[in-house]
């Protein structure tokens, strides 16, 4: 299995290269990511998946972010509403997405030859709006939906669960047992603010200890700028000693879609990225605005095989 050699190769003390953002990379090629594009431009997923693991990439992750029956059904007042006004196959919709997901990256994966393991991580976020804490469902209502979406990651073949962008402990959590009860590991990923903290107030140190029992297999921060997730990655170190990682987004958010800038381009970026393997990371990426260009000159400073 690729993920017991990517496991391997963290506990040995490498630095593991996650791959960079997937929809803002899907608009930087002049598509919108509005639908993922899962069904209708299948190729230019499966060439994006393609040019992370030639870049280095040692882990993909799938185009599934918010690919949830929650998101589908936020568009309408209720159920049947949905059946009334909506499209047909709206219901099961997000399951064939999150199929697609899993098999689009394992067809990019099986296209480029390399001698180094790929592992796929089924990308999962939180089941509302990953900036709002306040509006997440109720705890019964996040056992159910996690479960199921867990469950399609699983039986599409995916390797391991990245659960990114995750606003609570309690929500992190849920989702976190709900991949054990699918039977795949799993990786949880904070998004924290400027000083380190969750957007709920609760600390690095607050969350390793509600985790730990649940025992993940890596502890991360993302989608916030470097600074920020330096300071996330600061306070995770300071309580937590298995696996951490980070992978920050560059640019600026600018709704519905994103705003590119050249704050960070590729060299900066790798200053940045030996500045966190030397505070501990094991598992470096990119999120919102990272590029091929950005994971390549993190990968061959830093990765397998690295001078």
Not at 39 to 55: G, Q, T, V
Not at 80 to 100: Q, T
């Amino acid at each position: 299995m690729s993920y017991n050699a990517i496991r391997s190769r963290i506990d040995g003390g490498d630095v593991v290269i996650l791959d960079g953002a997937i929809g803002t990379e899907i608009l930087r090629r002049n598509l919108s990511w509005a639908d993922h594009r899962l069904k209708d431009e299948p190729d230019a997923i499966r060439d994006l998946h393609a040019d992370y693991i030639l870049a280095g990439a040692d882990v993909l992750t799938t185009n599934s972010f918010q690919l949830a029956r929650r998101s589908f059904l936020g568009h309408f007042r209720d159920k049947a509403h949905m059946r009334h006004i909506g499209a047909p196959g709206l219901e099961n919709r997000a399951s064939e997405l999150l199929a697609a997901s899993v098999e689009l990256a394992q067809e990019a994966r099986a296209s480029v030859a390399t001698e180094r393991p790929v592992a796929i991580a089924g990308a999962v976020t939180t089941l509302e709006w990953c900036f709002r804490p306040d509006l997440a469902p109720s705890e019964a209502q996040m056992r159910g939906e996690y479960r199921e979406i867990m469950e399609v990651l699983a039986d599409a073949g995916a390797d391991l669960i990245l659960l990114e962008t995750v606003n609570s402990i309690r929500e992190a959590s849920v989702g976190l047992a709900a991949a054990s009860e699918a039977g795949l590991p799993c990786w949880v990923s904070f998004v924290c603010d400027e000083d380190g903290l969750l957007f709920t107030g609760e600390t690095m140190a607050q969350a390793e200890e509600a985790l730990a029992p649940l025992e993940p297999d890596a502890v991360m921060v993302n989608c916030a700028p470097p600074d920020d997730t330096t300071a996330g990655l600061r306070e995770l170190l300071e309580s937590r000693s298995e696996p951490c990682g980070l992978y920050p987004h560059i640019g600026r958010f600018d709704p519905p879609e994103w705003l590119f800038t050249d704050e960070y381009p590729p060299p900066r970026y790798l200053e940045e990225a030996e500045r966190w393997a030397e505070m501990g990371a094991r598992i470096i990426g990119g999120c919102c605005g990272t590029t091929p260009e950005h994971i390549q000159a993190i990968a061959r400073r830093l990765g397998d095989g690295a001078a």
